[in-house]
């Protein structure tokens, strides 16, 4: 997907409609400096008010994806060739945010693993050792519920009775039993419980 492109499509669409980029991001609630971005390429819109964005610049979500007005010729390779792309770069943004749970779930147990060893093994006042110890606790369950969000939220789990990916509930995953990224618990689709795995795709 060429951000340049579709930045550069977004900017001219803009004007033809005889909008500012203040009056554009005042229409979609979002900071004149989202909408900059937008245009010289360092960012697209978030899909939330995608749909909007193009009502408002009288094109289609596929317009917008390739952009370029789509001619009818060519308007399901164009849209299918989009979608794809949207699915890879998915893909990777699932990928970097599962690598950020390693880090914060490690970051988190080492923070409590070093207040505990410090309370432990240093003179001071009984309530500094309390207080060392229960701040400890706190940021490794912080850093722990992020990290369960995080694998909530980035890609999918695939049930093996009816071969159904879904993204779970934060309480589901919360509560289950499991192995690394395989989780056991019930199925949306057809109601079993298993073990499920963690996928990308």
């Given at each position: 997907?060429?951000?340049?492109?579709?930045?550069?499509?977004?900017?001219?669409?803009?004007?033809?409609?005889?909008?500012?980029?203040?009056?554009?991001?005042?229409?979609l609630a979002i900071t004149d400096r989202a909408v900059s971005k937008w245009e010289t390429g360092k960012s697209l819109p978030d899909a939330s008010?995608?749909?909007?964005?193009?009502?408002?610049?009288?094109?289609?979500?596929?317009d917008l994806l390739n952009g370029e007005v789509v001619s009818m010729d060519n308007y399901n390779e164009k849209s299918e060739k989009a979608m794809l792309e949207m699915a890879k770069q998915k893909q990777e943004a699932d990928k970097r945010l599962l690598s950020l749970e390693i880090v914060v779930g490690v970051i988190s147990s080492l923070f409590l693993f070093s207040m505990v060893f410090?309370?432990?093994?240093?003179?001071?006042?009984?309530?500094?050792?309390?207080?060392?110890?229960?701040?400890?606790?706190?940021?490794?369950?912080?850093?722990?519920?992020?990290?369960?969000?995080?694998e909530q939220t980035a890609g999918y789990?695939?049930?093996?009775?009816?071969?159904?990916k879904y993204v779970p509930s934060?309480?589901?995953?919360?509560?289950?039993?499991?192995?690394?990224?395989?989780?056991?618990?019930?199925?949306?689709?057809?109601?079993?419980?298993?073990?499920?795995?963690k996928t990308l795709e």
């Open positions: 997907m060429d951000q340049i492109k579709i930045g550069k499509f977004i900017a001219a669409k803009r004007k033809e409609n005889n909008l500012t980029q203040m009056q554009l991001a005042e229409r008010i995608m749909l909007e964005l193009c009502e408002l610049l009288s094109i289609t979500v596929n410090i309370a432990a093994f240093t003179q001071m006042p009984d309530l500094v050792r309390i207080l060392l110890i229960v701040g400890g606790m706190i940021v490794f369950g912080v850093g722990i519920a992020f990290a369960i969000r995080i789990y695939e049930c093996p009775k009816c071969g159904h934060y309480k589901s995953v919360l509560f289950a039993m499991h192995v690394n990224r395989t989780r056991y618990m019930k199925c949306p689709h057809c109601g079993k419980r298993s073990w499920q795995k």
